[in-house]
């Protein structure tokens, strides 16, 4: 007989982002002449950069002859690719990383998901709340936690984020071994500081610990003085494993292409307590289950790295960060309290009541899809967040519409 694993029965019956999906085209069934506007989840809505574009085109063609054909590649990646993004996202800015500590993937949700695998089972894993669904599923589909009581589950560490904290969690007060942090913060839009990662960096250190960091939204942090990688944090090199992604900066969501970054001095330890070096565990694991990503994806996100590429990176951030700028100016005129939006294209808001009900009135009234905050943990009841993901007409006319159902 085929028996399940045991721990998916721990699982809400469906995903966040698939639960609202499923409420938004039954609502859409049942009012087919209603113009929906979709400020959930984080997807963008801009075409590519050009320059990934005729890099994408280039590549095709020479994968039409078969004088430049190219077949399986290294599972890590492309050495073009990972050089380019050990210089221009590290290197450039004083974090030292060598190219063959960059694993190319197809996502930063597969790389977040995955990366706790390589760790036993018994590992006292600590995680944010609110906090991106993908890391504590993919811990209780692993066995780490006991049942959900009261939204929670029984085995985690929760680190709360609230008002009180500008949802920036306190270190933990029982002792943990795997932290998981993402900044700019998804859902929330915090952001922190280097004093503040030092801390975990430290902790980390102390306690043998290891934090993963999930970075995807580096670029649309505006501050120079805040981190934009755990690796501007002195020591972060022993203690750090870093995800980030091309999904949001450059617009790859459907085109998807990711990285990990998995420094050479991080270490965890065998049961008799012997170092072993996460790289080497990582990179058996990635090239036992991984193929990398295809040649014209990797071609099209080199060209990021381009002065072509970064201009129009940088504009497509900077579209977007008007966006979000203009939701949290509209949000607050309605008396609303907000955070995020500043340095990160999520508004986390302040819902002055149960999440799911705000969610429906929005909806409903409106015509405006968010991301209640009670999906992303219990700390994040009482909140919405929306996504600056959209043509900034929309933007527009949504907050117009949302002015109205309120
Ligand atoms: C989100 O809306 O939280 C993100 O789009 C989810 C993701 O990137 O997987």
Known sequence: MIKINEN???LQASYLFSDIAKRVSSFQEANPDKDIIRLGIGDVTRALPEACVKAFHAAVDEMAADATFHGYGPEQGYDFLRQAIAEGDYQSRGCNIATDEVFVSDGAKCDSGNFQEIFADDVRVAIPDPVYPVYVDTN????????????????LTYLDGTKANGFIPALPTEPVDLIYLC??????????????LKQWVDYAKQNKALILFDAAYEA???????????????????????????????????TRCAYTVVPKDCTAYTEAGEPVSIHELWNRRHTTKFNSVSYPVQKAAA???????????????????????????????LGYDCIGGENSPYIWIDAKGDSWDFFDTLLNNAGVVCTPGAGFGKCGEGYIRISAFNSFENVQQAMERVKASL
């Open 8 to 10: 998916y029965k721990k």
């Open 140 to 155: 209780v589909m692993a066995g780490r936690t006991g049942a959900a009581e009261n939204g929670r589950y029984t085995g």
């Open 183 to 196: 900044f700019p913060n998804n859902p929330t839009g915090a952001t922190a500081t280097k004093a503040q």
């Open 220 to 254: 649309f942090v505006q501050d120079p003085d805040l981190p934009r990688s755990i690796f501007e944090i002195e020591g972060a090199r022993e203690v750090a494993v870093e995800f980030r992604s091309f999904s949001k900066n450059a617009g790859f969501t459907g």
């Open 303 to 333: 060209a990021v790295y381009t002065a072509e590429g970064q201009a129009q990176v940088a504009e497509l951030v900077a579209y977007y960060m008007k966006n979000a700028k203009y939701i949290r100016e509209q949000i607050e005129n």
